[in-house]
């Protein structure tokens, strides 16, 4: 197993990975001082029937832990300010107090409404993250939580970091292989930031499925590191956590418009070559390592044309993106394979060029 360390302005907090990480949780909350409170754990409706579940209700039980399950429908149609207000009631009803605690179990999705729920029930509870799915290996860390409205992504929530994240990889087990897909996008996005030996790495063993763990570890590691290095130096994006959002001011707008038909990652993926396109028309990045990414994208599965032909209704979406200042467009564009650059002059006719142009020889 190893840990990671998030330092947050709130107070720093350990990001435990490996299989059978789980067996740690009791002493993980004891080390945050939260022995013997009451526990919420906020799942969905597909986690709930899976091992880890169980797992974690056999965790609690045998450290004598009071835990009830609060359970959402699944997907991220449902991250919306609506199911938190049924959150909300559920906590109410069992009569969960400030000194309680959350554990978000379950991926994005989860983890981003259960977060911005113990953020704001009461004016804040302390809470954990129990990631389940490798998408999750993004979410779980940096404290972003919030929900979606319907005119854009992640609109509504806070900065609100968790006392303590317990990613057992034995949860992915149970990951079906679009969802390890999903979620192989934000490794490869990780790479394509800050790990230019993990990208060759990538390049030269594709992961289309959950590896072995002795395997996997030290990957899905790296790719938290690039992460967790970006948080330390900057955890408000007051300026270099931008670059963490590579591929998602257009893929944030395609997976919207796609009404979540589209995975996080598989919209992401598609973002990153739109953006890597941009990058190219402006001279920031070389032809060759724009291919290298599509082809590593490709080599996983992931989908790298948009669907969605009316560039209006992207347009619409990223023009509600938060980076954005008073005049341009702010996207984070790669420069090189390991660099990425955040640029704030972006005119809607660059991106509408490039946009465009992906529908152009589509059957070719
Ligand atoms: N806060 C952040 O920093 C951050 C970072 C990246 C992504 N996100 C958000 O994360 C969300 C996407 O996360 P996601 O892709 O994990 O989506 P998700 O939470 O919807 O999970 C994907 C699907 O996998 C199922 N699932 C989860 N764990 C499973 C398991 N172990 N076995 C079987 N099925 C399982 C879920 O029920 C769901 O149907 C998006 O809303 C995105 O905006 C947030
Ligand atoms: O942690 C970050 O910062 C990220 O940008 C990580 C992204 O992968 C993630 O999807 C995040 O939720 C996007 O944030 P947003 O600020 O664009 O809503
Ligand atoms: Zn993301």
């Given at each position: 197993?190893?840990?990671?360390?998030?330092?947050?302005?709130?107070?720093?907090?350990?990001?435990?990975?490996?299989?059978?990480?789980?067996?740690?949780?009791?002493?993980?909350?004891?080390?945050?001082?939260?022995?013997?409170?009451?526990?919420?754990?906020?799942?969905?409706?597909?986690?709930?029937?899976?091992?880890?579940?169980?797992?974690?209700?056999?965790?609690?039980?045998?450290?004598?832990?009071?835990?009830?399950?609060?359970?959402?429908?699944?997907?991220?149609?449902?991250?919306?300010?609506?199911?938190?207000?049924?959150?909300?009631?559920?906590?109410?009803?069992?009569?969960?107090?400030?000194?309680?605690?959350?554990?978000?179990?379950?991926?994005?999705?989860?983890?981003?409404?259960?977060?911005?729920?113990?953020?704001?029930?009461?004016?804040?509870?302390?809470?954990?993250?129990?990631?389940?799915?490798?998408?999750?290996?993004?979410?779980?860390?940096?404290?972003?939580?919030?929900?979606n409205l319907?005119q854009g992504k992640n609109l509504?929530g806070?900065?609100?970091?968790?006392?303590?994240?317990?990613?057992?990889?034995?949860?992915?087990?149970?990951?079906?292989?679009?969802?390890?897909?999903?979620?192989?996008?934000?490794?490869?996005?990780?790479?394509?930031?800050?790990?230019?030996?993990?990208?060759?790495?990538?390049?030269?063993?594709?992961?289309?499925?959950?590896?072995?763990?002795?395997?996997?570890?030290?990957?899905?590691?790296?790719?938290?590191?690039?992460?967790?290095?970006?948080?330390?130096?900057?955890?408000?994006e007051?300026?270099?956590?931008q670059?963490l959002n590579v591929g998602h001011t257009i893929g944030h707008a395609i997976e919207q418009?796609?009404?979540?038909?589209?995975?996080?990652?598989?919209a992401i993926?598609?973002g990153?070559?739109?953006e890597?396109?941009?990058?190219?028309?402006?001279?920031?990045?070389?032809?060759?390592?724009?291919?290298?990414?599509?082809?590593?994208?490709?080599?996983?599965?992931?989908?790298?044309?948009?669907?969605?032909?009316?560039?209006?209704?992207i347009a619409k979406r990223i023009q509600v993106d938060k980076k954005h200042g008073r005049?341009g467009w702010t996207f984070a564009?790669?420069?090189?394979?390991?660099?990425?650059?955040v640029v704030t002059?972006i005119?809607e006719?660059?991106v509408?060029?490039?946009?465009?142009?992906?529908?152009?020889?589509?059957?070719?």
């Amino acid at each position: 197993m190893r840990t990671l360390t998030i330092v947050s302005e709130r107070h720093t907090y350990p990001v435990l990975v490996g299989a059978g990480a789980l067996s740690q949780l009791p002493w993980a909350l004891s080390e945050a001082g939260l022995d013997e409170r009451r526990i919420a754990v906020i799942t969905d409706d597909t986690v709930r029937q899976q091992p880890i579940a169980q797992e974690l209700a056999h965790v609690l039980e045998q450290s004598s832990y009071d835990y009830s399950f609060v359970v959402i429908p699944a997907g991220d149609a449902h991250k919306s300010l609506d199911t938190a207000v049924y959150v909300y009631g559920e906590l109410l009803t069992m009569g969960f107090r400030r000194g309680d605690v959350i554990v978000a179990l379950g991926g994005g999705v989860v983890g981003d409404l259960a977060g911005f729920v113990a953020a704001t029930y009461m004016r804040g509870v302390p809470f954990i993250q129990v990631p389940t799915t490798l998408l999750a290996h993004d979410s779980a860390l940096g404290g972003k939580v919030g929900v979606n409205l319907p005119q854009g992504k992640n609109l509504v929530g806070a900065f609100y970091p968790p006392k303590t994240v317990v990613f057992d990889t034995r949860a992915l087990l149970s990951l079906p292989e679009r969802q390890w897909v999903n979620g192989m996008a934000e490794v490869i996005k990780h790479a394509l930031i800050g790990d230019a030996n993990l990208f060759a790495a990538l390049e030269a063993q594709p992961l289309r499925e959950c590896p072995d763990p002795t395997f996997l570890e030290p990957i899905l590691a790296d790719a938290m590191q690039v992460k967790v290095n970006v948080v330390n130096a900057d955890e408000h994006e007051a300026g270099l956590r931008q670059v963490l959002n590579v591929g998602h001011t257009i893929g944030h707008a395609i997976e919207q418009c796609s009404h979540y038909e589209l995975g996080h990652g598989e919209a992401i993926a598609i973002g990153l070559v739109l953006e890597a396109d941009l990058a190219v028309m402006r001279g920031m990045l070389t032809m060759e390592a724009r291919d290298r990414l599509v082809q590593l994208l490709r080599a996983h599965g992931l989908p790298i044309r948009p669907q969605e032909r009316d560039f209006a209704e992207i347009a619409k979406r990223i023009q509600v993106d938060k980076k954005h200042g008073r005049r341009g467009w702010t996207f984070a564009l790669p420069q090189a394979i390991g660099r990425v650059e955040v640029v704030t002059d972006i005119e809607e006719d660059e991106v509408r060029r490039v946009y465009e142009r992906a529908f152009e020889g589509e059957n070719a």
